[in-house]
T-cell receptor, first 112, second 112 residues
Framework: GEDVEQSLFLSVREGDSSVINCTYT??????LYWYKQEPGAGLQLLTY???NMDMKQDQRLTVLLNKKDKHLSLRIADTQTGDSAIYFC????WGQGGKLIFGQGTELSVKP | EAGVTQSPTHLIKTRGQQATLRCSPI?????VYWYQQALGLGLQFLLW???????NRGNFPPRFSGRQFPNYSSELNVNALELEDSALYLC???????????FGQGTRLTVV
């Protein structure tokens, strides 16, 4: 089946690192994504990783993929108050085009 | 270059009415996806259109339907509206082999 799970809340201090975790069940996932949603806004693609990679770094963002455990994480270095948002993990099942299966979203709160 | 545009931004309907939501993909994108983001239910895949054809649909009743026009824009129609149809409806279009999905700002549908 296709299921993606995330913890619902994370609170960090400004300047600390944030780590948002995600688990998924579909072993046929091709790509895994992290999206950001600010209040009242649509979804902004932050980064994605192909399922045969185990790490991807993009400026302050680091994505780690453990395919054996079906675990994905997003690390945000030097977290800023502007990073406060809801972060969604998503995967695309193989053979279903670009259909995205989303987690419930993790609300990141950054305190000054 | 314009992103994915959706109209209207807000829509208020009464129970039993029909709602029509519109989406224009990024120029050159032929695939359009619709998602429902309802409170407490997360982001759920609704429909996928590509080259004018419906390619896949999520677990939604037949009163949710749509179409894609020759210019690749798309309409989502919801008939016989129910209170639980109140949600943010997001449209996305896809770029490239990495299946990178770009989202519009959404239409907030409120059923009263």
């Amino acid at each position: 089946g296709e299921d993606v799970e995330q913890s619902l809340f994370l609170s960090v201090r400004e300047g600390d690192s944030s780590v948002i975790n995600c688990t998924y069940t579909d072993s046929s996932s091709t790509y895994l994504y992290w999206y950001k949603q600010e209040p009242g806004a649509g979804l902004q693609l932050l980064t994605y990783i192909f399922s045969n990679m185990d790490m991807k770094q993009d400026q302050r963002l680091t994505v780690l993929l453990n395919k054996k455990d079906k675990h994905l994480s997003l690390r945000i270095a030097d977290t800023q108050t502007g990073d406060s948002a809801i972060y969604f993990c998503a995967e695309t099942p193989w053979g279903q085009g670009g259909k995205l299966i989303f987690g419930q979203g993790t609300e990141l709160s950054v305190k000054p | 270059e314009a992103g994915v545009t959706q109209s209207p931004t807000h829509l208020i309907k009464t129970r039993g009415q029909q709602a029509t939501l519109r989406c224009s993909p990024i120029s050159g994108h032929t695939s359009v996806y619709w998602y429902q983001q309802a409170l407490g239910l997360g982001l759920q895949f609704l429909l996928w259109y590509d080259e004018g054809e419906e390619r896949n649909r999520g677990n939604f009743p037949p009163r949710f339907s749509g179409r894609q026009f020759p210019n690749y824009s798309s309409e989502l129609n919801v008939n016989a509206l129910e209170l639980e149809d109140s949600a943010l409806y997001l449209c996305a279009s896809i770029a490239g082999a990495e299946l990178e999905a770009f989202f519009g700002q959404g239409t907030r549908l409120t059923v009263v």
